[in-house]
């Protein structure tokens, strides 16, 4: 009788630099079926689904293998007058990732981790943005906001306008 012996298969183990990696592909893939960025001209946009609360995306500027975006409510943040939350993304055609550089929800990076944090730091920093991105994107999905519901603001009416500046 022939005997199979069997080892457990360690999982491999991902660490946190490839978790953080997973989320910029997962948060590309959320983005590009909500609005499909990349196909947007430099300028600002509305996403309005009858909630009250539009959304704002401003494409900042189109370099050869990068897009640089903006996503944000029109609410401002008290103290700074910084619309809150917000979130500067890059998308990175060719690796086709999208990462979240900055957010601010009522504070900003430097407030939260220092000048001059660890690398470790850091990094957490990062997984915890991008993780708040995904969840952003998901939520907005699941309102009802997409290419069909986002205008150029140069395309809204004038009381639109108004109430966006």
Same mark, same amino acid.
């Given at each position: 009788?022939? @005997?199979?012996?069997?080892?457990?298969?360690?999982?491999?183990?991902?660490?946190?630099?490839?978790?953080?990696? $997973?989320?910029?592909?997962?948060?590309?893939?959320?983005? @590009?079926?909500?609005?499909?960025?990349?196909?947007?001209e430099?300028g600002?946009?509305?996403?309005?689904?009858?909630?009250?609360?539009?959304?704002?995306?401003?494409?900042?500027?189109?370099?050869?293998?990068t897009?640089?975006?903006?996503?944000?409510?029109?609410?401002?943040?008290?103290? &700074?007058?910084?619309p809150?939350?917000?979130?500067?993304?890059?998308?990175?055609?060719?690796?086709?990732?999208?990462? $979240? &550089?900055?957010?601010?929800?009522?504070?900003?990076?430097?407030?939260?981790i220092?000048?001059?944090p660890p690398?470790?730091?850091?990094l957490d920093?990062?997984?915890?943005?991008n993780?708040?991105?995904?969840?952003w994107?998901?939520?907005?999905?699941?309102?009802?906001?997409g290419?069909? &519901?986002?205008?150029?603001?140069?395309?809204?009416?004038e009381? &639109?306008?108004?109430?966006?500046?």
């Amino acid at each position: 009788m022939s @005997h199979v012996v069997s080892r457990p298969v360690e999982a491999q183990k991902i660490n946190r630099f490839s978790w953080l990696m $997973a989320l910029y592909a997962e948060n590309h893939q959320r983005l @590009h079926r909500l609005f499909a960025p990349a196909d947007l001209e430099t300028g600002r946009y509305v996403s309005s689904v009858g909630d009250g609360l539009d959304l704002h995306l401003e494409v900042i500027a189109r370099h050869a293998y990068t897009v640089e975006y903006r996503l944000s409510y029109a609410l401002l943040d008290p103290v &700074t007058g910084e619309p809150d939350p917000s979130a500067f993304l890059r998308l990175y055609r060719d690796a086709k990732l999208v990462e $979240a &550089t900055h957010c601010y929800i009522g504070r900003r990076w430097q407030d939260a981790i220092g000048l001059h944090p660890p690398p470790a730091e850091v990094l957490d920093h990062r997984l915890r943005m991008n993780t708040f991105l995904g969840k952003w994107l998901q939520y907005l999905a699941e309102r009802g906001h997409g290419v069909g &519901t986002l205008v150029r603001v140069g395309d809204v009416d004038e009381m &639109t306008v108004s109430r966006i500046a």
